[in-house]
C-alpha cells in the first residue's frame, strides 16, 4: 500500500467564472487553435509567446478568429480576471482605469495587459463547456429530459444539465471528455504529426504542464492542504506515473494522460460537496410562497486557506446582515438569489485597510481640485502654533 494518498481534481473558478454562459464562437473549434497554438510559437518575439499581450490577441481574434473588439477584449478581460493577484494589486488596475479620460488612455493602459499564452489557450477551449451540439439536442441530451439528468445535483439538490457552469460533475465530465485536445494545445509544434496529431513519443514541456495549474490541482495529505498540479507531477514518488524525467526535463505525453485519465475526482471543495459535506447556516428564512428553499453553507470548518467557500442558493425577498468569522477569508458565491439585501460584514483587514487607502486618495484629490484644501488648512493649526498655544 502506498504511504501516501494522491488526489487530483477539476478546478471550479476557470467554470464558474471563465466559461461564459454562452455558446462559444464556432473558430475556437480544436482546428483553429491548434493553428493559433503554432502561430503565437512563430511570433514569440513580437509579445505572443510566452506571454500573450492584448494588441497581438486583438490581432488573432479579429483578424484570423473574426471576432468583434468587444469580444474578444471580454474573453481577455475574463480570463485576466482568474489570474491570482493581491487586493492592493486590483485597486491599483482598476483604480488605472478608473482614472482613463479618453479612448486613447484606456488603450494605452490594456495595451501593456499580458496573460499566460498557454493557459490562455486552455481559457479559449473550455469555451465549449456550453456549446451546444445539433446532434445532442435532436437525442435529448441539451433538454430537460430522464436522460439529460448529471450525477452531480444543482445547487437546489436537484439534478440539472443545464446549469454546466455550476455543475462539479460538469467541470470533470468535460476535462476528461477532452483531456487529449487540452494537452495537445500545449505541445510545442515539432511533437505534433504533418496533421496536427500526436505522435507514440511525444513529450510535454514544464512550462506545458505547469499550465494545466489553471484547471488542475490536488492533495497528498487527504486534503489538508493543497498543492499545484505541477508540484505533484515532479515529485519523486509521482515521477513514474506523471511520466516526468528528471534526465530531459520532459513529460511522456502518453504517461501523464493515463494518470490523469485514472486519478481526476470530483472538487472536494467545489458547490456540491460545500453542500454536501459543509455547515449549514441558519441565516435565511422560508418566505411564503415560494417553491424553493434558502440555503445557506460553508465549508470553512474544514477546508485550507484559500479553499474556505460560502454559499447562498435561493435567498429571496429578504435582508441578510451577518458579521461571521466564517466569512473571513471566505470565497462567497450567490445563486440564484433574488429581490434580496444581503449585508456580510467581516474584519478583513486586508482589503479594508487598502480601501481605506484608496478612499484617503480620492478625498485628497477631490480637495485638491475644488479647491477645499486650502480651507481646510485654515481651520487646522499646524503643529508649531499649536505648541506655542498649549505654552
Known amino acids: 500500500?502506498?504511504?501516501?494518498?494522491?488526489?487530483?481534481?477539476?478546478?471550479?473558478?476557470?467554470?464558474?467564472?471563465?466559461?461564459?454562459?454562452?455558446?462559444?464562437?464556432s473558430k475556437f473549434s480544436m482546428y483553429y487553435l491548434r493553428k493559433m497554438a503554432t502561430y503565437v510559437r512563430t511570433r514569440a518575439d513580437d509579445g505572443c509567446y510566452p506571454k500573450l499581450f492584448w494588441p497581438l490577441w486583438r490581432h488573432i481574434a479579429c483578424g484570423k478568429l473574426q471576432l468583434a473588439e468587444d469580444l474578444a477584449?471580454?474573453?481577455?478581460?475574463?480570463?485576466?480576471?482568474?489570474?491570482?493577484?493581491?487586493?492592493?494589486?486590483?485597486?491599483e488596475r482598476a483604480e488605472?482605469?478608473?482614472?482613463?479620460?479618453?479612448?486613447?488612455e484606456m488603450e494605452k493602459l490594456k495595451n501593456k495587459m499580458s496573460v499566460d499564452t498557454l493557459q490562455f489557450l486552455l481559457f479559449l477551449y473550455i469555451q465549449q463547456l456550453n456549446k451546444v451540439s445539433l446532434r445532442t439536442s435532436l437525442?435529448?441530451?441539451?433538454?430537460?429530459?430522464?436522460?439529460?439528468?448529471s450525477p452531480s445535483p444543482d445547487l437546489d439538490g436537484k439534478a440539472n444539465s443545464q446549469n454546466k457552469n455550476w455543475d462539479d460533475q460538469a467541470h470533470l465530465s468535460f476535462v476528461q471528455t477532452h483531456l487529449s485536445d487540452l494537452l495537445e494545445l500545449l505541445l510545442d509544434p515539432e511533437q505534433l504529426t504533418a496533421s496536427s496529431h500526436t505522435v507514440h513519443d511525444s513529450l510535454l514541456s514544464p512550462d506545458a504542464v505547469k499550465s494545466l495549474g489553471l484547471l488542475i490541482e490536488g492533495s497528498i495529505d487527504r486534503n489538508r492542504s493543497v498543492d499545484s498540479f505541477f508540484s505533484l507531477a515532479i515529485w519523486q514518488p509521482l515521477r513514474a506515473k506523471s511520466g516526468y524525467s528528471k534526465l530531459s526535463d520532459m513529460f511522456s505525453f502518453n504517461m501523464l494522460h493515463s494518470w490523469l485519465k485514472n486519478t481526476l475526482g470530483l472538487n472536494p471543495f467545489?458547490?456540491?460537496?460545500?453542500?454536501?459535506?459543509?455547515?449549514?447556516?441558519?441565516?435565511?428564512?422560508?418566505?411564503e410562497g415560494t417553491t424553493k428553499r434558502a440555503k445557506i453553507a460553508c465549508n470553512t470548518h474544514m477546508a485550507p486557506e484559500a479553499h474556505k467557500i460560502l454559499i447562498m442558493t435561493q435567498v429571496y425577498k429578504q435582508t441578510v446582515a451577518?458579521?461571521?468569522?466564517?466569512?473571513?477569508?471566505a470565497h462567497v458565491k450567490l445563486h440564484r438569489c433574488c429581490d434580496s439585501y444581503v449585508y456580510l460584514l467581516s474584519p478583513l483587514s486586508e482589503q479594508k485597510y487598502y480601501f481605506q487607502k484608496l478612499v484617503e486618495k480620492e478625498f485628497h484629490q477631490w480637495l485638491i481640485e475644488t479647491g477645499h484644501r486650502q480651507e481646510l488648512d485654515n481651520l487646522i493649526p499646524t503643529a508649531a502654533s499649536s505648541k506655542q498655544t498649549a505654552g
Open 1 to 25: 500500500m502506498e504511504p501516501y494518498n494522491v488526489n487530483l481534481w477539476v478546478k471550479s473558478e476557470p467554470f464558474i467564472v471563465g466559461a461564459l454562459p454562452i455558446p462559444p464562437p
Open 73 to 91: 477584449w471580454l474573453y481577455f478581460e475574463t480570463f485576466d480576471s482568474l489570474v491570482e493577484r493581491t487586493s492592493q494589486e486590483r485597486l
Open 96 to 104: 488605472a482605469m478608473s482614472n482613463c479620460t479618453s479612448n486613447e
Open 139 to 149: 437525442i435529448g441530451e441539451e433538454w430537460p429530459s430522464p436522460r439529460a439528468k
Open 270 to 287: 467545489g458547490m456540491s460537496a460545500c453542500l454536501k459535506f459543509g455547515k449549514k447556516l441558519a441565516w435565511a428564512q422560508q418566505v
Open 322 to 329: 451577518k458579521s461571521s468569522e466564517r466569512l473571513v477569508g
